[in-house]
């Protein structure tokens, strides 16, 4: 007699799988912790995009001084520790991929389709976001519209999973376990690998810690001044114009009276002190004592007052980051400065000679180095 090969059912492809940790406790346990990683990305994430590109009834304030570098450092130092969370979740969960049937009604489709949509994005926002911070920028697309709107489609996905799956999840977490198999050590292991990376990288924005942050892309006190450059002068094409001696400083658009200041001018104004941040959208940050001159001060000189939106724009040619605007909160607040110097010398040519914005709670792509003119709309 011929003996037919007898097809697997779930719960005997289950138990090819051995090793416990392939658990639903274990995967409840890492599933939440995923659903508050990724929400707390993706929160603040809008916010550094809407720092970005504000919809015109939106302006943000210009305080707390901080509130960008700590949301930024969230989003990306967060996301470094996603990573180890990720990578459990996954290999704990992934034996159903090969349960039997593999789909078992249009309902169960669409579930697993979902749950395809929803690694996918996983892995594609952590991914392109790690190459990103490590400028290996090895993907065809723009990395910030990618990274932006796959973020909706993996909330989306997230969003419909935990409804889901959230009567299991209490189900599983609720209750207590007949046998400990261990669970609690294999959690404690993923939870402190993830600790590891934050305590290696959150140096770079939180600088106390800078000495332990060897598995960071930037490390702050390089670079000239004892700060990081993002782009050089070289490399935004301006040191030519950047040292011209006729280098002019021009107020316009709608103002009562143009200005043209050289550096001599400018140099005249009264003269402030400032400790800021610069907190970039990759999540480094470095502090800095700059010097200068007010910009609601230049504004006041061309008769600029009350709501307008400023623009502030480099010499720089092209280039996505040549310009940046300023709402009436930053333009107005007395930290906001057309810096001068750096640290008790004059600006360094990488960072933004002749004249550069410093302002608060701003991302660090907005604080425009090599000023060329102050455009008010
Ligand atoms: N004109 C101009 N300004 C710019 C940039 C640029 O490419 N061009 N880069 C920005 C970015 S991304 C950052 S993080 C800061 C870095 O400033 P720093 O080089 O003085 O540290 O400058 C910003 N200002
Ligand atoms: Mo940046």
Same mark, same amino acid.
């Given at each position: 007699?011929? %003996?037919?090969?007898?097809?697997?059912?779930?719960?005997?492809?289950?138990?090819?799988?051995?090793?416990?940790?392939?658990?639903?406790?274990?995967?409840?346990?890492?599933?939440?912790?995923?659903?508050?990683?990724?929400?707390?990305?993706?929160?603040?994430?809008?916010?550094?995009?809407?720092?970005?590109?504000?919809?015109?009834?939106?302006?943000?304030?210009?305080?707390?001084?901080?509130?960008?570098?700590?949301?930024?450092? &969230?989003?990306?130092?967060?996301?470094?520790?996603?990573?180890? =969370?990720?990578?459990?979740?996954?290999?704990?969960?992934?034996?159903?991929?090969?349960?039997? !049937?593999?789909?078992?009604?249009?309902?169960?489709?669409?579930?697993?389709?979902?749950?395809?949509?929803?690694?996918?994005?996983?892995?594609?926002?952590?991914?392109?976001?790690? &190459?990103?911070?490590?400028?290996?920028?090895?993907?065809?697309?723009?990395?910030?519209?990618?990274?932006?709107?796959?973020?909706?489609?993996?909330?989306?996905?997230?969003?419909?999973?935990?409804?889901?799956?959230?009567?299991?999840? %209490?189900?599983?977490?609720?209750?207590?376990?007949?046998?400990?198999?261990?669970?609690?050590? *294999? =959690?404690?292991?993923?939870?402190?690998?993830?600790?590891?990376?934050?305590?290696?990288?959150?140096?770079?924005?939180?600088?106390? &810690?800078?000495?332990?942050?060897? &598995?960071?892309?930037?490390?702050?006190?390089?670079?000239?001044?004892?700060? =990081?450059?993002?782009?050089?002068?070289?490399?935004?094409?301006?040191?030519?114009?950047?040292?011209?001696?006729?280098?002019?400083?021009?107020?316009?658009?709608?103002?009562?009276?143009?200005?043209?200041?050289?550096?001599?001018?400018?140099?005249?104004?009264?003269?402030?002190?400032?400790?800021?941040?610069?907190?970039?959208?990759?999540?480094?940050?470095?502090?800095?004592?700059?010097?200068?001159?007010?910009?609601?001060?230049?504004?006041?000189?061309?008769?600029?007052?009350?709501?307008?939106?400023?623009?502030?724009?480099?010499?720089?040619?092209?280039?996505? *980051?040549?310009?940046?605007?300023?709402? !009436?909160?930053?333009?107005?607040?007395?930290?906001?400065?057309?810096?001068?110097?750096?640290?008790?010398?004059?600006?360094?040519?990488?960072?933004?000679?002749?004249?550069?914005?410093?302002?608060?709670?701003?991302?660090?792509?907005?604080?425009?180095?090599?000023?060329?003119?102050?455009?008010?709309?």
């Amino acid at each position: 007699m011929v %003996r037919r090969t007898p097809r697997l059912k779930p719960d005997e492809v289950a138990g090819r799988f051995t090793s416990r940790w392939h658990d639903e406790r274990v995967a409840s346990w890492l599933g939440m912790a995923l659903g508050i990683a990724f929400l707390t990305a993706f929160v603040t994430g809008l916010i550094s995009h809407f720092m970005q590109h504000p919809p015109d009834w939106a302006q943000w304030p210009s305080r707390p001084v901080g509130l960008y570098r700590l949301t930024q450092g &969230l989003h990306v130092i967060g996301g470094l520790a996603t990573i180890p =969370l990720l990578a459990a979740k996954l290999w704990t969960v992934y034996p159903k991929l090969f349960q039997w !049937p593999p789909l078992r009604s249009a309902g169960h489709a669409v579930e697993r389709g979902l749950v395809f949509v929803l690694v996918g994005a996983s892995l594609f926002q952590l991914v392109t976001g790690l &190459l990103n911070i490590s400028y290996w920028y090895a993907f065809p697309f723009f990395f910030t519209t990618a990274h932006y709107w796959t973020s909706y489609i993996l909330i989306g996905a997230l969003l419909i999973h935990a409804a889901n799956e959230w009567a299991k999840v %209490r189900r599983t977490v609720m209750t207590r376990p007949e046998d400990g198999l261990g669970r609690r050590g *294999f =959690l404690l292991g993923v939870a402190g690998v993830s600790g590891v990376v934050v305590l290696t990288t959150v140096g770079e924005t939180f600088t106390p &810690l800078a000495r332990l942050a060897v &598995l960071a892309p930037r490390r702050p006190g390089r670079g000239p001044q004892g700060l =990081l450059v993002n782009r050089s002068a070289l490399a935004a094409g301006v040191t030519g114009p950047a040292r011209d001696p006729r280098w002019r400083l021009r107020v316009t658009g709608r103002v009562e009276r143009e200005l043209s200041l050289s550096l001599d001018d400018l140099r005249a104004l009264p003269r402030r002190s400032v400790r800021l941040p610069i907190a970039c959208v990759e999540g480094w940050s470095a502090e800095g004592t700059w010097d200068g001159v007010r910009l609601r001060d230049v504004l006041r000189l061309a008769g600029v007052d009350g709501d307008a939106r400023v623009r502030v724009e480099s010499l720089q040619g092209g280039g996505a *980051f040549r310009s940046s605007h300023v709402d !009436p909160p930053h333009w107005r607040d007395p930290l906001t400065l057309l810096a001068l110097g750096l640290n008790g010398e004059p600006l360094h040519l990488d960072h933004g000679y002749p004249c550069r914005l410093i302002a608060p709670n701003r991302p660090g792509v907005m604080q425009t180095k090599w000023i060329g003119a102050v455009v008010v709309e």
